[in-house]
């Protein structure tokens, strides 16, 4: 007799921007098959939920000959990879005696919580279950900023005031002109239909043009016009921009009276009335490698087609005062009237539409004096503790959902850090490059094994239900109830009695779910809005009534709070600021590195599955020039070094990149040889573990060579 075939619909969890429907086919207890959302948009601006080429391969990942399915203590030296089966009870008292003995000895500061972005988009099952332990166990050192764009959070803020930035996606159909900066959604996906809506729009007819160091997949579909730039010089191409705008008296007067201050400032700067220097497409020409024509005709097209969205990434804010790229960014916004406004956009994407507001995220417990160190300062804080003036003496390490050891850079010091730690702990799916230097390993499910709500990063107004299509591999738990039973052995009480079930529906109480059981079989519920999210549309339509969240009510060109911050290396006004002293290109290193976000994996995951690996490799992309000056040939083995260290891969010798400046895509778990250089291409083997003076992880400023390998 034929079993039969559930389809059980599941959200995706993981840190792309995305959140997506996967139905699992599941026969006997196994997924057999994945698909997608086939079902008909029925709200406006929600197209289907429909999943990307890793989603799609989520069997290759749930059921992966090295998918972890046992509890493991390690077995060898630190980091060494070994490790041997041992019992969950075993397990779970070993963590809670280390964990007991560190807090008598050190206080609850001793242990840090490297936890990180795995799970972003649970409600329930996300990495707060963590922090709550480590709250209720007595605190914790955690780590700070945003490694993703902690540059463009800072410029939102004191900008715009708010960090719910962006437009619904489908809100690009109306821009006449389109300029994905440093933007590439058909890799990075940043919301689960971006790529679909740029598609229509260029079918519609807007002129999407493409400003990168390299032609992106993006670039390539999308954009008529691809403008190469250094990295890290993008602001003053805006600046001259503005130049161009303001000499042609091409910019929104009655707009920036309105909504804006500061212009004025600006305007001196641009001008060269402050310094002198005239910020001419010449001048920016200098800076950018763009050819000074080439910036006039963008800067008039962008001023005089309405409305046109000035469409941003990350990767350019993740550089040295990567955060007046957004700030000239929004200030070229203004200057052409296209914030609040059906079309346009804002020169920075965070959130979109709220819909982290109708979820609540499982509660993080109390809030104990914690400690807390930059997330790039994690190796330092680790090797220097309070005697290097960091804020506790670290003696172990928590990490939950996260690769925190190969995601921020400097790898080395990673392993060198690591290797004094009296005690690690890790849950994950696969022995990571963090989890390989733990004590102990807890296997933990999947989304496919247990039952959640999530919510998309930041575009669309729908929520998931991912509902539990199988039961739990090998020995895998849950996080949350390995924590609960280590609570227990903790002497905790109260850290989790209530069932998922109730909790799901508690967390979803301002959700306006009405049918509780549709939602569950559907997996999603797409809100109906009144007319599209529009970014700030309500303090454009009535600034009187609806202020912006600065302290002048208005979008700040010049902002005082950054005035009176009184960091010498970031003005009050958007500014190009030149390398500094510390930033200058040692000759040693000629290369600027840039390291993307790519289709082939979501951070460091992913890239382990054979359907993924078939789809894109990882290379480094090098321009024929600089390749040919250096002997090399495509599909050549290179070795890039930097100041922190080196990496091995495969080089890819293409015009798609421009020269002096080599691309690694993020994301490859790192594998050191004997010398400490790594062999899988990790881009934090040569990114360092530096942040600018407002936090900011300029892992695109990094400099490198490249040599052929013998
Ligand atoms: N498939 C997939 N999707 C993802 C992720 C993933 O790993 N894989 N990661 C998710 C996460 S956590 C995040 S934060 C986002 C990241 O999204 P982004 O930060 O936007 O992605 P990146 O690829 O780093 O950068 C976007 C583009 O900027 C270009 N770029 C780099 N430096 C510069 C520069 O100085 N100037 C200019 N003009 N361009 C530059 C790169 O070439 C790239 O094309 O993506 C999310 N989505
Ligand atoms: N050089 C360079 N480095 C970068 C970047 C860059 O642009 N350049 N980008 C940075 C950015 S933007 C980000 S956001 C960070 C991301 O840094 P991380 O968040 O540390 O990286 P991920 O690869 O997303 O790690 C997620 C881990 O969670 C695990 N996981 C997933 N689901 C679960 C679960 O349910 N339970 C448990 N226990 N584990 C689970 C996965 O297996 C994976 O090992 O990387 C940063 N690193
Ligand atoms: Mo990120």
Known sequence: MKSEIKKVPVGCPHDCGGSCLLIAHVEDGVVKRITTDESLPDAPGVAQLRACLKGRAYRQRLYHPDRLKYPLKRAGERGSGKFERISWDEALDTVAENMLAIREKHGATAILNMSHSGTMLCAYHGKGCIYRLLNMFGGQTMLHSIVSNEGGVFAALQTYGAVFTTSEREDL???????????????????????????LAREKGARIVAVDPRYTDSAATFAQQWIPIRPGADTAMLIAMAYVIIEENLYDKKFLDRYTIGFDKFREYVMGQEDDVPKTPQWASEITGVPAGTIVELARAYATTKPAALSVGHGPGRTNHGEQFHRAAMTLCAMTGNVGRSGGDTGIAIFGYPIQMKVMNFPAGGSPENASVHFNKWADAIIEGRAGGYPSDIKMVYSVAGNTVNQLGNVRKA?????????????????????????????????FERSDVMTPWCFGHYIIYSDKAIEPYGECRNDIDICADLAKRLGIAGYNDTSEEEWLKYLTSAAEIADWDEFKQRGFLKYELDKPHIAFREQIEDIENSPFSTPSGKIEIYSQSIADMQKPDVPPIPKYVAPQKAETPDPQFPLNLITGHSKKSCNSMFYNLPWVHEAEKQEIWINSVDAGARGIKNGDMVKVTSGVGATILPARVTERIIPGTVNIDQGMQFQLNAEGIDTVGCANAVCPDVHTSVDVTPYNSTRVQVEKMA
Do not use: C, Q
């Not at 821009?175 to 933007?183: A, D, R, V, Y």
């Open 415 to 447: 392993d060198r850090a690591l290797k004094t730690l009296e005690f690690m702990v890790a849950h994950d799916h696969f022995l990571t490059a963090t989890a390989r230097y733990a004590d102990i390993v807890f296997p933990a499910t999947t989304h």
């Open 173 to 199: 159909l109306n821009s006449k002109m389109i300029i994905i900066w440093g933007w590439n959604p058909t890799d990075s996906v940043w919301g689960t239909n971006t790529s679909y809506y740029l598609a």
